[in-house]
Nanobody, 117 residues
Framework: QVQLVESGGGLVQPGGSLRLSCVAS????????MAWYRQAPGKQRELVAR???????NYADSVKGRFTSSRDSAKDTVYLQMNSLKPDDTAVYYC???????????WGQGTQVTVSS
């Protein structure tokens, strides 16, 4: 049973924008912390943005000022708006959810983002 469904990845030119979405379902709800991670080839998975249940958001230094993450708690959906994309942003982006009042963690299947001319 798929708990997190991501969408919105693709190929974009440098300087372009993409918007990722992730919807939590089933045992992943209600969502507490919702976050985006990414993993580039040959590199470790890294945190991109983290949105707490109260809406507080933290970003990796490498994306501050370019990426914005938000959530719709009623729909248990998290978004990642990515602007001014760079080739270094190329990676598989993963959605992460920790269920509210729980230590249960869930990961999405990943969506490829490629920034290239």
């Amino acid at each position: 049973q798929v708990q997190l469904v991501e969408s919105g990845g693709g190929l974009v030119q440098p300087g372009g924008s993409l918007r990722l979405s992730c919807v939590a379902s089933g045992s992943a709800r209600p969502a507490g912390v919702m976050a985006w991670y990414r993993q580039a080839p040959g590199k470790q998975r890294e945190l991109v943005a983290r949105v707490e249940s109260n809406g507080n958001t933290n970003y990796a230094d490498s994306v501050k000022g370019r990426f914005t993450s938000s959530r719709d708690s009623a729909k248990d959906t998290v978004y990642l708006q990515m602007n001014s994309l760079k080739p270094d942003d190329t990676a598989v982006y993963y959605c992460y959810v920790r269920r509210l009042f729980s230590n249960a963690d869930y990961w999405g299947q990943g969506t490829q983002v490629t920034v290239s001319s």
